[in-house]
């Protein structure tokens, strides 16, 4: 059963940091790409950023550039994204989603997490 469960949200000040990981199981991370997606109240989901099956491509939104990174360890079937000087238009609830191919539109990722909750606020 493929499963992706995402761990690491939390309330964090305007200029902090967090770490988001998205555990696999139920397949091996190393045939498939894994893509990182935001969903603020009232707004679309939006890809943040996404890795290749081997981690030699990566994809960030302009909005996270510089600021998230996103990183893989297939031997412990997980992906993170280090999201670092985070503003409060980062609040969201984040998801992982998988894929053949990194990309940053929804329709290519055919499973998902259940969401974790970032909110950024002083």
């Known amino acids: 059963q493929v499963q992706l469960v995402e761990s690491g949200g939390g309330l964090v000040q305007p200029g902090g940091s967090l770490r988001l990981s998205c555990a696999a199981s139920?397949?091996?991370?190393?045939?498939?790409?894994i893509g990182w997606f935001r969903q603020a109240p009232g707004k679309e989901r939006e890809g943040v950023s996404c890795i290749s099956s081997r981690g030699g491509s990566t994809f960030y939104a302009d909005s996270v550039k510089g600021r998230f990174t996103i990183s893989r360890d297939n031997a412990k079937n997980t992906v993170y994204l280090q999201m670092n000087s985070l503003k409060p238009d980062d609040t969201a609830v984040y998801y992982c989603?998988?894929?053949?191919?990194?990309?940053?539109?929804?329709?290519?990722?055919?499973?998902w997490g259940q969401g974790t909750q970032v909110t950024v606020s002083s």
């Open positions: 139920g397949f091996s991370l190393n045939y498939y790409a």
């Open positions: 989603a998988r894929s053949g191919l990194c990309r940053l539109s929804r329709e290519n990722y055919n499973y």
